[in-house]
C-alpha cells in the first residue's frame, strides 16, 4: 500500500516567491496534518483536516500560509510571499478514525528553501 | 511549561547494548496516550510504539518496550541489542483526552541516538 506522498520532496526558491507544497494521504484516511520542523522550534502542528474540513489552523504563522483539501486525496500549503525563515521540513501525515490509539502516518516531507 | 521533555539531545551507545530514551510528560488529564517516532537521516517520522494511560501491561513492539511509570509521568523508550540502523532522532509525543477526537499529538524536541559499532 502507498503511503503518504508529498511532491515536491525538495524546494528552492526565491524570497518573495509563492510556493505550493501538495500532499496525497494513504487512502481511507479521514485526518491530514501539516507540520512543520525546524531546528529552532522542533515539530510543529500547523493545520489538520477531518473529512477535507479544516478543524485547527491555530498553528499556521500569519496570513502568508493557507491550506487547502478539495477531495479526500488532495491537499496543499501554501506561501505567498515566502520568507527565508518559512525555510524548513515540511511534514504531511494522515490518520484513520478517533481514538487514542491511533498513529499518524508521517509523508517523505518537503525541504523548503527560501533564499 | 512543556508538555513533552526529552533532556537527552544526544546519545552515544555501542552497539549491541541496551539503550534508554528518556520522556517526561505534563497533563491533568487521566486519559492520554504516548507515542514514540523514529526520524532517520532520510527524514521520513517512522511509528514505533504507543502507550495508553490506562495500559496495565508495558507496550512492546520487538526490540522496543515503553518503560511507563504513570505516577511520575514518565515514558521512556528501551531499544534492547541495539543496530546501527539505530541511529536517528527519537521524538516523544502525546495525545490528551481534551484531544480525543481532534487527533493532535504533541512531541518532544527529539534525541538524537547514534549507535557505535
Known amino acids: 500500500d502507498a503511503g503518504v506522498i508529498q511532491s515536491p520532496r525538495h524546494e528552492v526558491t526565491e524570497m518573495g516567491q509563492e510556493v505550493t507544497l501538495r500532499c496525497k494521504p494513504i487512502?481511507?484516511?479521514?485526518?491530514l496534518f501539516w507540520y512543520r520542523q525546524t531546528m529552532m522550534r522542533g515539530l510543529e502542528l500547523l493545520i489538520y483536516f477531518n473529512n477535507n474540513v479544516p478543524i485547527d489552523d491555530s498553528g499556521m504563522p500569519e496570513d502568508r500560509f493557507s491550506a487547502k483539501m478539495p477531495n479526500a486525496s488532495f491537499s496543499t500549503l501554501k506561501i505567498q510571499p515566502s520568507e527565508p525563515r518559512d525555510s524548513a521540513v515540511y511534514f504531511c501525515?494522515?490518520?484513520f478514525g478517533t481514538g487514542p490509539r491511533n498513529e499518524q502516518f508521517f509523508g517523505p516531507g518537503t525541504r523548503l528553501t527560501v533564499l | 511549561a512543556q508538555k513533552i521533555t526529552q533532556t537527552q539531545p544526544g546519545m552515544f551507545v555501542q552497539e549491541k547494548e541496551a539503550v534508554t530514551l528518556d520522556c517526561t510528560y505534563d497533563?491533568?488529564?487521566?486519559?492520554?496516550?504516548l507515542f514514540w517516532y523514529k526520524q532517520p537521516s532520510s527524514g521520513e517520522m517512522i511509528f514505533l510504539i504507543y502507550q495508553g494511560s490506562y495500559d496495565e501491561q508495558n507496550a512492546t513492539e520487538g526490540r522496543y518496550s515503553l518503560n511507563f511509570q504513570k505516577a511520575r509521568k514518565s515514558a521512556n523508550l528501551v531499544i534492547s541489542a541495539s543496530q546501527l540502523g539505530d541511529s536517528a532522532m527519537y521524538f516523544c509525543?502525546?495525545?490528551?483526552?481534551?484531544?480525543?477526537?481532534?487527533?493532535?499529538?504533541?512531541f518532544g524536541t527529539g534525541t538524537r541516538l547514534t549507535i557505535i559499532p
Open positions: 509525543a502525546m495525545r490528551e483526552s481534551r484531544d480525543f477526537g481532534n487527533e493532535k499529538l504533541t
Open positions: 501525515a494522515s490518520s
Open positions: 487512502s481511507g484516511h479521514d485526518y
Open positions: 497533563t491533568s488529564d487521566q486519559s492520554y496516550g
